[in-house]
Structure formats: C-alpha cells, structure tokens
C-alpha cells in the first residue's frame, strides 16, 4: 500500500464473487487513494483499483449484502458484505478527499447490472418474497 496511501478508511473480510459465480473470501480494504482485495490465505494482492477509476457503488436498499464497485476503464466487482453501507461511505469519503470533491455516486436499486469481464454482464436482482429477500445473479443476454 505505499502508493500514495496515506490512510486506511475501512478493513474487513468479505465475499467477492468470481465471474464464474464462485464466492472467494477477500480482505477489502479502502485507503485514501485505491481500493485492495488481500487473499486471507496466501497474504497476496489479488485486486488494486484506484479510487479514480471508480465510477459509482451500486447495491440495493435491502439486507442481501451485495454491492457492486463500478469501474468502467476495468471489470466491475460484485462483493457481498453485512458492512455495504460502511463500505460504501468509506469509498464515498476516499474519493472526495482524493480528488478534490469529486465523488462516486451510489445507485441504490433492487435491479442492477455490473460487467463480470468484458464480455460478460450479469445482472442483480434483488426482491422480497414472503418477507424474505430473495437475490437472484443472472447473465444479461447480449442486445
């Protein structure tokens, strides 16, 4: 993290979701300067993102505990965490005193769309079902 970080906004495990669909336990953590996903088991950087190339953090305003980072100039990343609104904050403070006042911005919707690779968009849906939330991942057909 010598890259410019100067402090750390937010640390903990999380869930990041392949484009596979598999769930991979990360350590996420947001600096003042990037967002980094830490493999838990071999101590590894797996991700950095900077915080200039984050577009926007969409999650819906249920209790399903995913979130996607949006970051149009990479791949977009889907994570699950009970923590999304601290989360989400953080990034919101990172980007503002990195660059400025610029800031992200936070779509909350219960339907929402992220690029799992290039060629590949998949699709969030979340609703509630009998008083249960109910989130479904799909592939986005190609238009």
């Given at each position: 993290m010598a890259r410019g970080d100067t402090k750390v906004l937010f640390a903990d495990y999380i869930l990041k979701l392949t484009g596979s669909g598999k769930?991979?336990?990360r350590i996420l953590?947001?600096?003042?300067?990037a967002v980094y996903l830490v493999d838990p088991d071999s101590d590894s950087l797996?991700?950095?993102i900077a915080l200039a190339a984050i577009d926007s953090i969409c999650m819906s305003n249920f209790g399903d505990n995913f979130?996607?980072?949006i970051a149009p100039s990479e791949y977009d990343c889907l994570m699950a965490s009970c923590r999304k609104n601290e989360i989400s904050?953080?990034?919101l403070k990172?980007?503002?005193?990195?660059?400025?006042?610029?800031?992200?911005?936070v779509i909350i919707s219960n339907k929402f769309e992220y690029h799992a690779a290039d060629d590949l968009v998949k699709q969030i849906i979340?609703?509630?079902?009998?008083?249960?939330v109910k989130t479904r991942i799909t592939k986005k057909e190609a238009q």
């Open positions: 769930m991979k336990k953590i947001v600096t003042d300067f797996k991700r950095r979130f996607a980072i904050d953080a990034l990172g980007t503002k005193n990195a660059s400025g006042g610029y800031q992200i911005e979340c609703e509630e079902i009998d008083g249960h």
